[in-house]
């Protein structure tokens, strides 16, 4: 006779943009300017088109320069009517710019523990965090701080101004 031995009921070690733990940190405000879903959790933000003001997803002409951080979780953001917890457009987001973070990794990308950060800017993965310095990608200061979780998240330390 057969037995479940695993309900899958375990709860992952982050969410995409929480906080790793409570080390200082610094968090900026800025307003969404992507449309409703583009901006994630966990992704890195650069300047919009109102700079200090606004931000997107960091995609084609990100600089080091341009990269404002990490997008913070927010707890208070609701579902929308298919059930899935976007970002919605115009809507106010708290950027990491030095701390620890659950950052969102590009597909294959196994980090290990201080391995260099770099932003993807073009493809599937823009907005997401590697390991590796390809064509297209921008170098941030900081570190990885621990392997990639199956719910494609890694620990990060984001090391002053990005």
């Not at 609701?78 to 990794?105: C, H, L, T």
């Not at 990308?109 to 770099?118: F, I, K, M, R, W």
């Not at 199956?150 to 984001?158: F, T």
Request: charged share 20%.
């Amino acid at each position: 006779m057969a037995a479940q031995l695993d309900y899958g009921y375990g709860m992952s070690k982050g969410v995409p943009g929480g906080k790793y733990d409570l080390s200082l940190d610094e968090v900026i405000t800025r307003t969404n300017e992507e449309e409703d879903g583009v901006l994630k959790f966990g992704m890195a933000a650069m300047v919009g088109s109102t700079p200090g003001t606004t931000v997107k997803a960091a995609g084609a002409g990100a600089t080091v320069a341009k990269i404002e951080g990490i997008v913070l979780h927010a707890a208070n953001t609701e579902q929308d009517r298919k059930g899935r917890v976007v970002v919605p457009n115009n809507a106010s987001v708290g950027i990491m710019r030095y701390g620890k973070i659950w950052a969102r990794v590009a597909a294959d990308v196994e980090p290990a523990y201080g391995d260099p950060l770099y932003v993807v800017t073009s493809g599937d993965d823009a907005g997401t965090l590697s390991n590796a310095s390809g064509t297209d990608n921008v170098k941030i200061n900081g570190c990885f701080i621990g392997e990639a979780e199956k719910e494609g998240i890694a620990p990060v330390l984001l090391t002053g101004t990005v």
